[in-house]
């Protein structure tokens, strides 16, 4: 069997295998890089196709969930038709460590500018996240930024890759900034005193408009084992 079907990229735990499991959304984006990405973080990812990869009989099945990338009304409206939108909503409110990356944010922001018209979200995170904020595919671009709470000081910066990336526009009082642009983009205002802030968290939540899975530079992802070990 190869090394790219699905039983190698998660394989099943031994037992004696006490890494946190991690469950990777898998419906859309870049499913196989995060999987990759947080088994270098030192966590066990396991695919996530329906409800009950997230929750069975005996309780929870994973430690954390990672939203992967994508296109955010699609990847909504496939949560919709798997009937995965409350599971998931319910697992956030019962404190289970989330990321989401690019799509991922949009799915886990209160408010959403830009969205489709009826487009499910989960929500979780006090933020307004502007959709497509960065333009369209032929945007895309990757820059440095100011991210030392990821464990990126100045001389060993954090690059972020943006594809049709969200930017958050407004945070609540309950929600920490981690990382922003270098400026503005778009000729718009700038957020403080940075540029557009990209990544946030707001307790078991994390979420970054940008794709850390791209790459071998594995901060981001290590930062979410970290909130999912000290919770599990």
Same mark, same amino acid.
């Given at each position: ?23 990777? &959304?898998? &419906? ?9 990405? &947080? ?45 995965? &939108? ?147």
């Amino acid at each position: 069997m190869g090394r790219h079907t699905p039983r190698a990229l998660f394989p099943a735990a031994s037992a004696s295998d006490s890494r946190p499991t991690v469950g990777v &959304l898998a &419906l859309q984006g870049d499913v196989r890089e995060h999987v990759l990405a &947080l088994e270098a973080a030192g966590a066990r990812a396991v695919a996530v196709r329906a409800a009950a990869d997230l929750v069975g009989p005996q309780g929870a099945r994973v430690d954390g969930l990672v939203l992967p990338g994508g296109e955010s009304t699609t990847v909504g409206r496939l949560l919709a038709a798997f009937d995965m &939108l409350a599971p998931l909503r319910a697992v956030v409110r019962d404190g289970l460590p989330v990321y989401g990356s690019c799509a991922g944010m949009i799915l886990l922001a209160d408010r959403v500018a830009g969205a489709a018209s009826g487009q499910p979200l989960i929500g979780g995170i006090d933020m307004t996240v502007r959709r497509n904020a960065f333009g369209r595919q032929v945007d895309s671009y990757e820059e440095e930024l100011v991210a030392p709470a990821l464990g990126a000081p100045a001389d060993r910066p954090l690059r972020g890759v943006f594809i049709r990336a969200p930017w958050v526009e407004h945070v609540g009082a309950c929600v920490e900034v981690l990382a922003t642009t270098r400026s503005g983009r778009a000729g718009a205002e700038e957020a403080g005193s940075g540029g557009r802030i990209v990544a946030v968290r707001q307790g078991p939540l994390l979420a970054t408009s940008f794709h850390p899975e791209v790459g071998s530079d594995h901060r981001v992802h290590d930062v979410f084992v970290e909130m999912v070990t000290r919770r599990s």
